[in-house]
């Protein structure tokens, strides 16, 4: 089994900082891709930013130049640096990676249980 563990959220003030981890924790896997989802209240869950094993970076829009997602394939680990954050950004952020099961030898799909942003005065 394999489990995504979040850290990194918190109450910023507009213009700030934060900076996300997620740790992928288990055996017999191994991590096609990583990203980072968002959910605001009474919105549909988005895509924030992917990245590949290989290092490929995908964003929205709305956070290109602001945020830069980041990979350490020796610690199975994925970053998520936010910069100049906006009201409009805050949303429980949610690790997700894409994985390779050798005992099964099949992918699946596993998400974090959600770290909550807020950005406020």
């Known amino acids: 089994q394999v489990q995504l563990v979040e850290s990194g959220g918190g109450l910023v003030q507009p213009g700030g900082s934060l900076r996300l981890s997620c740790a992928a924790s288990?055996?017999?896997?191994?991590?096609?891709?990583m990203g980072w989802y968002r959910q605001a209240p009474g919105k549909q869950r988005e895509l924030v930013a992917t990245?590949?094993?290989?290092?490929?970076?995908n964003y929205a829009d709305s956070v290109k130049g602001r945020f830069t997602i980041s990979r350490d394939n020796a610690n199975n680990t994925v970053y998520l640096q936010m910069n100049s954050l906006k009201p409009e950004d805050t949303a429980v952020y949610y690790c997700?990676?894409?994985?390779?099961?050798?005992?099964?030898?099949?992918?699946?799909?596993?998400w974090g249980q959600g770290t909550q942003v807020t950005v406020s005065s």
């Open positions: 990245i590949t094993s290989g290092g490929s970076t």
């Open positions: 997700n990676a894409d994985i390779f099961l050798s005992v099964f030898v099949s992918y699946k799909t596993y």
């Open positions: 288990g055996s017999g896997f191994s991590i096609i891709a």
